[in-house]
C-alpha cells in the first residue's frame, strides 16, 4: 500500500541529546514536509523540501535540520538547541502539482517525542 | 496576511445529533480549501475539498460549503457517530505555481467529542 511511514511512534530524549525523526513514503510524490503541532495550535512548518539535495526552512526551522538524499526518505533531527522540542511532530508529501487545483497533502501517523 | 480561523474551538454534542463547524480565511489568492479529520495522536486524512466554483461538496455523512465572496466555508456532519469524536482542520491553498504545501495555511482545528 502506498503511504508515508514514520518512525517511531513515541520517543523519549534526554535533555542535551539530538534525535533524528524517520520519514518515509513510496508515493513517488517530489516534495515533503515537517510540521509540528501542540495542543491547542494548528500545524506550524518546519522544513520542507520539493526536490532532491534541497530544502527550504518553513516558519519555525530554529535548532531543527533536515537532510533529502533520497526522494522517499526526509529525515529530521531535533537538536539540542531546541528549547522545547516536545510536539507531535507530522511529515507530509505531496504530488508536484500545477495549477489551480492546488494539492493535498498525504500525512503520515506522527511522531510524539517527549524530553525527559 | 493569510490566515484561517475555525469557531469553535471545542463542541461536545450527543451522539446522533447534526452540528455545523466554521472556517474564515484570508488566504490570497485562493486556490482550494480542505477539511481534514484528525483523530487524537494520528496524522490528518482529508475529507473534502472544494475550489473557486464549487458551493456544496459532501462526502458520506459530512458536508463542506464554500461561499468565496465573503470566504467562509462550513463542514455539517449528520447524524453524528461515536468515531466523528476528532480534530476538523480547515487547510486554505494558496494558487501557487510550485504546487507546493509551502502554500498551504492551516487552521487551528475544531475539537469535536460525541458523547454517547
Known amino acids: 500500500d502506498g503511504g508515508i511511514t514514520q518512525s517511531p511512534k513515541y520517543l523519549f530524549r534526554k535533555e542535551g541529546q539530538n534525535v533524528t525523526l524517520s520519514c518515509e513514503q513510496n508515493l513517488n510524490h517530489d516534495a515533503m514536509y515537517w510540521y509540528r503541532q501542540d495542543p491547542g495550535q494548528g500545524l506550524r512548518l518546519i522544513y520542507y523540501?520539493?526536490?532532491?539535495?534541497?530544502?527550504q526552512k518553513g516558519d519555525i526551522a530554529e535548532g531543527y535540520s533536515v537532510s533529502r538524499e533520497k526522494k522517499e526518505s526526509f529525515p529530521l533531527t531535533v537538536t539540542s538547541a531546541q528549547k522545547n522540542p516536545t510536539a507531535f511532530y507530522l511529515c507530509?508529501?505531496?504530488?508536484?502539482?500545477?495549477?489551480?487545483?492546488?494539492?493535498?497533502?498525504?500525512f503520515g501517523q506522527g511522531t510524539r517525542l517527549t524530553v525527559v | 496576511k493569510n490566515q484561517v480561523e475555525q469557531s469553535p474551538q471545542s463542541l461536545i454534542i450527543l451522539e446522533g445529533k447534526n452540528c455545523t463547524l466554521q472556517?474564515?480565511?484570508?488566504?490570497?489568492?485562493?486556490?482550494?480549501l480542505r477539511w481534514y479529520k484528525q483523530d487524537t495522536g494520528r496524522g490528518p486524512v482529508s475529507l473534502t475539498i472544494m475550489t473557486f466554483s464549487e458551493n456544496t461538496k459532501s462526502n458520506g455523512r459530512y458536508t463542506a460549503t464554500l461561499d468565496a465572496d465573503t470566504k467562509q466555508s462550513s463542514l455539517h456532519i449528520t447524524a453524528s457517530q461515536l468515531s466523528d469524536s476528532a480534530s476538523y482542520i480547515c487547510v486554505v491553498s494558496r494558487f501557487y505555481s510550485g504546487g507546493g504545501a509551502d502554500g498551504l495555511t492551516f487552521g487551528k482545528g475544531t475539537h469535536l467529542i460525541i458523547q454517547p
Open positions: 472556517c474564515n480565511y484570508t488566504v490570497s489568492p485562493f486556490s482550494n
Open positions: 523540501s520539493q526536490i532532491v539535495n534541497d530544502f
Open positions: 507530509a508529501s505531496t504530488p508536484k502539482v500545477h495549477g489551480d487545483r492546488g494539492t493535498e497533502a498525504f
